[in-house]
């Protein structure tokens, strides 16, 4: 098989000092333990494919892509790298604080091995893309954390390298910049770039990426279709936390499981959508055999702080499924949410029961693109007025 990047037993090792005792001595010093961030890594990646890595926080995501980046060294194992590679690993990551953000643009790019005119014929795109502004011509040590990752960003997706490594490029921006992100990376896999994407937004993972890899303690948990691999986190997240809490559920093999969580809007699912259009939650059912009625819920989540916002529900008299693949599916006339990025979540629930049977989080995310400028999260439909003896102005807004 042809591939762009090719890992074989690669691993990164560091010394850990154990926490110094009480012990009396000047001159001791604590013993150290090696700690493996990654071990025994191997897979390739083949031109134009988009990889995703996935995770739970410590598992080595971010420490597999500085592998990748050259920014350290393995401590065993090899890297193959065919092409020019360019990486957004972490905010800041290649600029020079003192330097504008115009010859931090022109540094990075020539760092990538690009042509001075080359990057000039693009300047324009990536001040566009980035949305600086007027501080473009301003020393990069005064821009925000956003703005600093939006132009990291910005650079790295249009000087066009043969990969590009991604590290949470969500997890800064508002959501007009993060759906401009998404799309970018989709016409860069358009064109045949070579992408290894890391991400906790599991739903970004399974639209974007073909495959993906589950990393766990440093090891490769999972390999094979961004689906399978995302579901098999989720599952195994669940056995933990059912684990932790002691929860044990009989005749599990007959209990409804949550296949999918899709949103659908004027543009199609997973397309960014506008404050009061329409759009639908869509939750995939897969019921063996015959079951007592269940309450299925639809949950929108902040994206930044998990925050509960508001549920769709069957209700508390539930609803029976029919043996094998169902939908249920809430439709929402107007979406009321201002513009931001949001995140789903499903539940399954027995009727009278207090614990779910079956769950869904963090694969799905809905982007509100347009709609009033206002703070908070919610498009309120309201009326004012100005009263005055003789005369009343009345103005209504939605």
């Given at each position: 098989?042809?591939?762009?990047?090719?890992?074989?037993?690669?691993?990164?090792?560091?010394?850990?000092?154990?926490?110094?005792?009480?012990?009396p001595?000047l001159?001791?010093?604590?013993?150290?333990?090696?700690?493996?961030?990654?071990?025994?890594?191997?897979?390739?990646?083949?031109?134009?494919?988009?990889?995703?890595?996935?995770?739970?926080?410590?598992a080595?995501?971010?420490?597999?892509?500085?592998?990748l980046?050259?920014?350290?060294?393995?401590?065993?194992?090899?890297?193959?790298?065919?092409?020019?590679?360019?990486?957004?690993?972490e905010?800041?990551?290649?600029?020079?604080?003192?330097?504008?953000?115009?010859?931090?643009?022109?540094?990075?790019?020539?760092?990538?091995?690009?042509?001075?005119?080359?990057?000039?014929?693009?300047?324009?795109?990536?001040?566009?893309?980035?949305?600086v502004g007027?501080?473009?011509?301003?020393?990069?040590?005064?821009?925000?954390?956003?703005?600093?990752?939006?132009?990291?960003?910005?650079v790295?997706?249009h000087?066009?390298?043969?990969?590009?490594?991604?590290?949470?490029?969500?997890?800064?921006?508002?959501?007009?910049f993060?759906?401009?992100?998404?799309?970018?990376i989709?016409?860069?896999?358009?064109?045949?770039?070579?992408?290894?994407?890391i991400?906790?937004?599991?739903?970004?993972?399974?639209?974007?990426?073909?495959?993906?890899?589950?990393?766990?303690?440093?090891?490769?948990?999972?390999?094979?279709?961004?689906?399978?691999?995302?579901?098999t986190y989720?599952?195994?997240?669940?056995?933990?936390?059912?684990?932790?809490?002691?929860?044990f559920?009989?005749?599990?093999?007959?209990?409804?499981?949550?296949?999918?969580?899709?949103?659908?809007?004027?543009?199609?699912?997973?397309?960014?959508?506008?404050?009061?259009t329409?759009?639908?939650?869509?939750?995939?059912?897969?019921?063996?055999?015959?079951?007592?009625?269940?309450?299925?819920?639809?949950?929108?989540?902040?994206?930044?702080?998990?925050?509960?916002?508001?549920?769709?529900t069957?209700?508390?008299?539930?609803?029976r499924?029919?043996?094998?693949?169902?939908?249920?599916?809430?439709?929402?006339?107007?979406?009321?949410l201002?513009?931001?990025?949001?995140?789903l979540?499903?539940?399954?629930?027995p009727?009278?029961?207090?614990?779910?049977?079956?769950?869904?989080f963090?694969?799905t995310?809905?982007?509100?693109e347009?709609?009033?400028?206002?703070?908070?999260?919610f498009?309120?439909?309201?009326?004012?007025?100005?009263?005055?003896?003789?005369a009343e102005?009345?103005?209504s807004?939605?």
């Open positions: 098989m042809a591939w762009d990047l090719r890992l074989a037993g690669v691993g990164k090792k560091y010394r850990v000092r154990r926490a110094r005792t009480s012990r001595l001159e001791w010093s604590p013993p150290a333990d090696d700690f493996w961030a990654l071990r025994d890594v191997s897979f390739e990646v083949a031109p134009g494919e988009v990889l995703g890595v996935i995770g739970a926080n410590g080595g995501k971010s420490t597999l892509l500085k592998v980046s050259r920014i350290t060294a393995p401590s065993e194992g090899e890297i193959r790298i065919r092409g020019r590679l360019a990486a957004l690993i905010v800041g990551s290649g600029f020079h604080p003192e330097l504008t953000g115009r010859e931090n643009v022109f540094l990075s790019g020539t760092i990538l091995g690009m042509r001075r005119r080359d990057i000039a014929a693009r300047l324009d795109s990536i001040v566009e893309f980035s949305g007027t501080y473009f011509d301003m020393p990069v040590k005064w821009y925000s954390s956003g703005m600093y990752v939006r132009l990291g960003f910005s790295a997706a000087l066009e390298p043969d990969i590009l490594l991604v590290d949470e490029v969500l997890a800064v921006g508002d959501a007009s993060q759906a401009r992100c998404l799309r970018r989709q016409e860069l896999r358009h064109r045949g770039t070579t992408i290894v994407f991400s906790h937004d599991l739903g970004s993972v399974e639209r974007l990426c073909s495959r993906a890899i589950l990393l766990k303690q440093g090891r490769i948990a999972a390999e094979g279709s961004a689906r399978d691999v995302v579901t989720q599952r195994m997240v669940e056995a933990e936390e059912v684990a932790a809490i002691g929860r559920e009989n005749d599990e093999a007959t209990n409804p499981r949550i296949t999918a969580l899709t949103v659908d809007g004027p543009g199609g699912a997973a397309a960014p959508v506008a404050s009061g329409a759009i639908s939650i869509e939750v995939g059912l897969r019921q063996v055999g015959n079951a007592s009625p269940v309450t299925v819920q639809a949950m929108i989540y902040g994206y930044d702080h998990g925050v509960l916002l508001c549920e769709c069957t209700g508390p008299q539930g609803v499924l029919p043996a094998g693949d169902s939908v249920v599916r809430f439709d929402i006339p107007e979406l009321p201002l513009p931001a990025s949001y995140t979540g499903a539940t399954v629930t009727v009278g029961s207090p614990r779910a049977i079956d769950w869904w963090g694969r995310t809905l982007i509100v347009d709609g009033p400028r206002s703070r908070g999260h498009v309120l439909p309201y009326r004012w007025s100005v009263a005055a003896p003789g102005v009345s103005v807004r939605r």
